[in-house]
Structures are given as structure tokens and as C-alpha cells.
């Protein structure tokens, strides 16, 4: 989606405007689609704008945390906080937090000698040693492995407990298990409060940034715990499985490997067609109904038309049970985007609550909704009974928020807004095939909208500049070792990823009803088989990396 060449006069200021738009359509999901060009009429349209690739996670967040602060203090002072430690896996449920919380001097800028640069801040990081074998004999000897999630887009303990695969191998491996939030997320904001003031304070927030950031803390870790040589393997999921791989390639030294979940590395400049995120999570519906999908695409101009004027609108707020009149017929579209995307991301085979709470299989089901009512029923009715799965699955909300500014806002996703404006350009369209409206993308437009922002130009080509990403089987053949790359086809992210084995020792872990980073959920009594199975192949594959390093270092010694 370009964004738009004239903003109407009655539109509010861009930056006003742009972060609940964003925040309506927040996925880590291209709403490319969202204000796609749609015939012009006489009701004021939106403003649109570009497509930022706005994590899954800050959708979730914003929902599950909206009203609590996580705003912390100036204090430059690592410290550690007072915490539950529990046992046992991890869920988003727990009622006691299975980890301790503690807080450490990170410096802001590793890679430049301006006055600056030494000055430090806390950053936030999690420890679960509740079945850490410690070192023995006065030095580090047998000390167990670090388990390190590399910390996304958003709270670190968010993380933590929707991560309960870490927790459920830690006692087969004596892990101590490590969760280090990401610099400007959470309470790790170099600046405080006033960490989004201006490109001044945010300039700080880059990948690279992040991932010395990381090195710097692990190292320290180890060796205030008296373990200098114990194995080091790095887990994320989504932008943090990105993270993971990438540790992995910039810093060997520190990780012997990484398990890489849900993380599309190569979604960036031309390598991965731009409309493959749309057309995957149309594919999605289309492999369950085709009935479903066409009533899906059918939708868009249906809603154009009865939203092009004030009575039109006034109907469908009522028809979707709005809290509040809309003023735009594109809301009610993004909102009903957001549900059709998000679904198709977490369609786990079994019911989950890490966005909302859903049934397993969520597309199947929302599309058995649309299939059961009558050929020649409203389309909008059924659109909005199946995005009534998503939103209302419980059926506790007697309203839904489709436009409504009044709404807490989260500064994490500003932050993201930054990355996305600066080095993480995933170009996204949507082609005539899926079952969204068409829409482009345009590298001029997105730099255009970014310096209205920021003041800032985005570097596109950035990404694959430092970590690659081009022909990566013969690059990472050559140099590259210990990486896990684990993708769920239901996820529309898995496009983006790398799906062939690369090496004996970078591999492709691939399953064709997984969803994002379902692997990295903790275990449950009806995961099916194959769920099962790709697990154990992840121990079995770190369990290699593992017992590997230690006979090198039995060699060296």
C-alpha cells in the first residue's frame, strides 16, 4: 500500500492519525491490504499508510496489557528484582512467575566512541536456574548450558511465558534459562520516558545494537556465574528467531547454535515475492473452503459501497456491533483483516489463548461459520460472525472496537514503527489472486512517509547488507553451522523463511499444519504427532550441538 499522494483536510495530522491506524491493523502481517486503492466516493476515506510490518506480538500485548505500565525509572543502576521462581512449564496462565527478574548496565552504543556511547542503561533480563546444573569444583566444570531467548518487540516476561518449550527441555539438558529484553522494549528504554522523543533517542534502536547488546550480557552472565565455558544455544521466534539466527552468524564465539522459529530472513528486498504473505493466508482459507475464501473476497467492494455514505456507515456500525459510530468504511475492513490474519498465523491444532482465546484450527472453524449460513445471506453478516471467532470467542464483549481512539496505545509499537522506518523493509503486496483488495508497494512512497514521520530515510537494502540473505543455501554453505530453521506452512510468515536444508548442520525443519513458532509453545496433551516429532528433533539436533562442543573442548584442555 503506497501511502497516499494528498491528505484530506479533515484528516488529523499524520503522526496522530498513523499509530491507531497502525495499531487497528497491528500484525506481524503486512496490512498491505488494509487500505488498498478502492474506488473513490463521496464519504472522507482514512488516511492511509504504509504497510509496516507491525509484530504479532504488540497485537497481543496491546490486548493482554493494554491498561498496565511498564514504563521504568531513569536509574542507571543494574540491580536485580525481587521475583517467584516456579517450576514446571511456563503458560501465559501461570499464577506465579517461574522467573526472577534483574536489571543490567548495558552501554548505548557499541560501535562509536562519541560522548554518548558509555552512557548506560537497565536492561531488563529474566533467569529460571531452577534446574541449572551449577558449576562444581571451584571453577566452571560441568556447569550446564544457557538457554538465551533473544528478546522481540516487546515486555521480555511476555516472552517468557508464552515460551514454555525452553522450560519444558530444561531439566533434560541442567539449562539455566536466560530471557533478555530488547533495547526500547518493555522497561529497557536507554532514554526513559523520553526514549521516542526524536531520532536523537531512537537512533539507538537497531538489530545490531540489540544483538551486541545481547553478546555483551551473556558473556558478563557467564562469568559472574562462574561459568566461562559453558555452551551457550539461542532461541527466538518471529523478528526474535530472526535475531537468533543472526546472533548465531555475528557472534559464534558466544552461541555454539540457535533455533531459529518463525523467522522470515529472507522476506526482504526482492528475494521472497511481495505477495506471498497475502497469498498464503488466502491460501489458507481457500484450503479449507472455497465457498469461505469467495465470500471473503467478495467482501471488500460489498463494504465500499454500503459504507459510501453517513447512513451506510451508521448501518454498519450497527451491524458490527461498534462501540462507537465509525467514520470510515476502511476501519471496519482492517478490522476485519486483522481477524483474518491473525487467525491464520495462530492456527494451532490446539485451542490457545496467546492472542485471543480460540478453538484449534481457528481458520477451519471460522470458515464453517461463513459455509453454514444460507447462499444468499448478507455477506457482511457472515464475514462478521467469523470474525466474531476471533474477537468474541468467549462471547463476554458486548461491543467491539473497531475505531476507537480512546483506547490505551502502546509504545512499543512506536518503537517497531521506528525499526520499520529505518532498517526492517519488508516489502508486501497483495495480487489480484487473494482474497484481499490488490495493493503495491513502493520503496519511494515508504521513504517519503518515514521522513514525514522521523525525519528519517529508510536503508531498504540494509538488512541484506549485514546479515545476507541472497542465495543463502551457497553462502551459509560455506561458513555457516548450528542453525535450526523451523516453519509452520499455516503461517503466512513461513514464506519468508528458509524451508530446505541448507547443510548437515543448518537445517530446515518444515511442517505443512504448524503455525507461527507453534514449536516454541509449551507441550501439551493433544499436540498431534507431528508436533511431537519436529520437538524431539530439536532436542536431538541441540543435544548434537551440545555434546559436540564439549569433545572439542575435551581436545583443547
Not at 548450558?145 to 511476555?158: M, R
Amino acid at each position: 500500500m503506497a501511502a497516499p499522494a494528498a491528505w484530506s483536510s479533515s484528516a488529523p495530522p499524520l503522526r496522530a492519525c498513523f499509530l491507531p491506524l497502525l495499531l487497528l491493523l497491528a500484525s506481524f502481517s503486512a496490512a498491505p491490504i488494509l487500505a488498498a486503492a478502492r474506488p473513490s466516493s463521496s464519504t472522507p476515506k482514512k488516511p492511509a499508510a504504509f504497510p509496516a510490518v507491525t509484530p504479532l506480538h504488540l497485537q497481543a500485548l496491546q490486548r493482554q496489557r493494554a491498561s498496565s505500565s511498564i514504563r521504568g525509572g531513569g536509574e542507571l543502576v543494574a540491580a536485580a528484582a525481587d521475583g517467584s521462581s516456579g517450576s514446571g512449564a511456563a503458560n501465559g496462565t501461570a499464577a506465579k512467575k517461574p522467573f526472577t527478574a534483574h536489571y543490567f548496565a548495558q552501554e548505548l552504543d557499541h560501535f562509536t566512541f562519541t560522548p554518548n556511547a558509555s552512557m548506560v542503561f537497565r536492561q531488563k533480563y529474566l533467569l529460571n536456574d531452577t534446574f541449572w546444573r551449577r558449576p562444581s569444583g571451584g571453577n566452571d566444570a560441568g556447569a550446564g548450558p544457557l538457554f538465551v531467548y533473544t528478546g522481540n518487540e516487546g515486555d521480555i516476561e511476555w516472552f517468557a511465558t508464552n515460551t514454555g518449550f525452553m522450560f519444558d527441555i530444561a531439566p533434560k539438558f541442567g539449562a539455566l534459562l536466560v530471557f533478555i529484553e530488547h533495547r526500547y522494549y518493555g522497561e529497557s528504554l536507554p532514554f526513559g520516558d523520553d526514549s521516542y522523543n526524536s531520532a536523537e533517542t531512537e537512533g539507538y534502536l537497531t538489530s545490531t545494537q540489540a544483538l551486541a547488546d545481547f553478546a555483551i550480557l551473556i558473556t558478563s552472565l557467564k562469568r559472574n556465574l562462574s561459568a566461562e565455558t559453558a555452551p551457550v544455544v539461542v532461541f527466538g521466534g518471529s523478528y526474535g528467531g530472526m535475531l537468533a539466527s543472526w546472533f548465531r552468524l555475528k557472534y559464534p564465539h558466544v552461541a555454539i547454535g540457535a533455533l531459529a522459529s518463525s523467522a522470515p530472513i529472507l522476506q526482504f528486498d526482492y528475494i521472497t515475492p511481495w505477495s506471498s504473505f497475502s497469498d498464503a493466508v488466502s491460501q489458507d482459507y481457500k484450503s479449507e473452503s472455497l465457498n469461505c475464501f469467495s465470500v471473503i473476497k467478495a467482501t471488500w467492494d460489498v463494504l465500499d459501497e454500503r459504507g459510501s455514505n453517513v447512513r451506510g456507515l451508521l448501518e454498519l456500525s450497527k451491524l458490527f456491533r461498534a462501540c462507537k459510530t465509525v467514520k470510515y468504511a476502511d476501519s471496519i475492513a482492517g478490522w476485519l483483516q486483522t481477524a483474518f490474519i491473525y487467525t491464520a498465523m495462530v492456527d494451532y491444532p490446539t485451542p490457545a489463548n496467546f492472542l485471543m482465546n480460540l478453538p484449534a484450527y481457528p481458520v477451519k472453524e471460522m470458515c464453517k461459520i461463513i459455509d453454514g449460513f444460507p447462499a444468499n445471506a448478507d455477506i457482511l453478516e457472515k464475514v462478521f460472525a467469523a470474525a466474531s471467532l476471533y474477537y468474541n470467542y468467549t462471547g463476554d464483549q458486548t461491543c467491539n472496537h473497531i475505531e476507537d481512539e480512546d483506547s490505551p496505545r502502546s509504545l512499543d509499537l512506536s518503537y517497531w514503527l521506528w525499526q520499520a522506518c529505518t532498517e526492517m523493509i519488508m516489502p508486501m503486496s497483495s495480487s489480484n489472486e487473494s482474497m484481499f483488495p490488490p495493493s503495491t508497494f513502493s520503496y519511494e512512497d515508504r521513504s517519503s512517509t518515514c521522513f514525514q514521520l522521523f525525519g528519517v530515510r529508510p536503508r531498504p537494502h540494509w538488512i541484506t547488507t549485514e546479515y545476507g540473505g541472497y542465495k543463502i543455501d551457497k553462502v551459509l554453505k560455506r561458513f555457516g553451522s548450528n542453525i535450526i530453521f523451523s516453519n509452520g506452512m499455516r503461517d503466512p510468515w513461513s514464506r519468508g523463511g528458509v524451508l530446505k536444508n541448507i547443510s548437515s548442520s543448518i537445517v530446515a525443519l518444515v511442517t505443512e499444519k504448524g503455525a507461527h513458532h507453534l514449536d516454541h509453545r509449551s507441550a501439551t496433551k493433544d499436540d498431534p504427532d507431528w508436533v511431537i516429532e519436529q520437538r524431539r528433533q530439536e532436542v536431538e539436533i541441540i543435544q548434537g550441538w551440545i555434546d559436540q562442543y564439549h569433545q572439542d573442548m575435551a581436545q583443547v584442555s
